[in-house]
T-cell receptor
Framework: DTAVSQTPKYLVTQMGNDKSIKCEQN?????MYWYKQDSKKFLKIMFS???????INETVPNRFSPKSPDKAHLNLHINSLELGDSAVYFC?????????????FGDGTRLSIL | QKEVEQDPGPLSVPEGAIVSLNCTYS??????FMWYRQYSRKGPELLMY????GNKEDGRFTAQVDKSSKYISLFIRDSQPSDSATYLC??????????FGKGTRLSVIA
């Protein structure tokens, strides 16, 4: 059983479109995250939710809007896609926000903007 | 200067070699240090976690933290082809998000 699952795995779309990525975890965790890994493999936090509330919102364009309908799901909607949005987006979850709680990652959504 | 610096490699070693992977950091407030392993087309998975300074051993893996030098290391003994992956260091302090290094790509040749 996949612990953190993301859909879709691959997303190829045109500049200017709006798209969503979904994430679900079956670990019973309270905290979920979105990360962006660029072409140089640099992994950077975008957002974090704890018990459906936004707790981390790094400097990310407001075209990116996360939504957590419940503790097990954290979706990412992106408006007006740009070439620079091409990257791998990873969802992760952890049991609480304590730093000694390991984060479990999904296998990523590869977004390519044409 | 980036908060966390990590040589991207690639690093290629023969099977059975001892591998040393390193990161340096600039923020002396970091207290929690992790190593993640990422296989191609997969998400990172936590390998080792260390709080503050010192060593931690788990099987063939040893993590070391030297806070005075702002330097952390991961040693892999008796390396195997299955260890071929990208290794990412990550660190933070309480209440702040994890900051990752760029990752070092390791190939272990049989």
């Amino acid at each position: 059983d996949t612990a953190v699952s993301q859909t879709p795995k691959y997303l190829v779309t045109q500049m200017g479109n709006d798209k969503s990525i979904k994430c679900e975890q079956n670990l019973g965790h309270d905290t979920m995250y979105w990360y962006k890994q660029d072409s140089k493999k640099f992994l950077k936090i975008m957002f974090s939710y704890n018990n459906k509330e936004l707790i981390i919102n790094e400097t990310v364009p407001n075209r990116f809007s996360p939504k957590s309908p419940d503790k097990a799901h954290l979706n990412l909607h992106i408006n007006s896609l740009e070439l620079g949005d091409s990257a791998v987006y990873f969802c992760a979850s952890s049991r609480g926000t304590d730093p000694n709680q390991p984060q479990h990652f999904g296998d990523g959504t590869r977004l390519s903007i044409l | 200067q980036k908060e966390v610096e990590q040589d991207p490699g690639p690093l290629s070693v023969p099977e059975g070699a001892i591998v040393s992977l390193n990161c340096t950091y600039s923020n002396s407030a970091f207290q929690y240090f992790m190593w993640y392993r990422q296989y191609s087309r997969k998400g990172p998975e936590l390998l080792m976690y260390t709080y503050s300074s010192g060593n931690k051993e788990d099987g063939r893996f040893t993590a070391q933290v030297d806070k005075s030098s702002k330097y952390i290391s991961l040693f892999i003994r008796d390396s195997q082809p299955s260890d071929s992956a990208t290794y990412l260091c990550a660190m933070n302090r309480r209440g702040t998000p994890l900051v990752f290094g760029k990752g070092t790509r390791l190939s272990v040749i049989a």
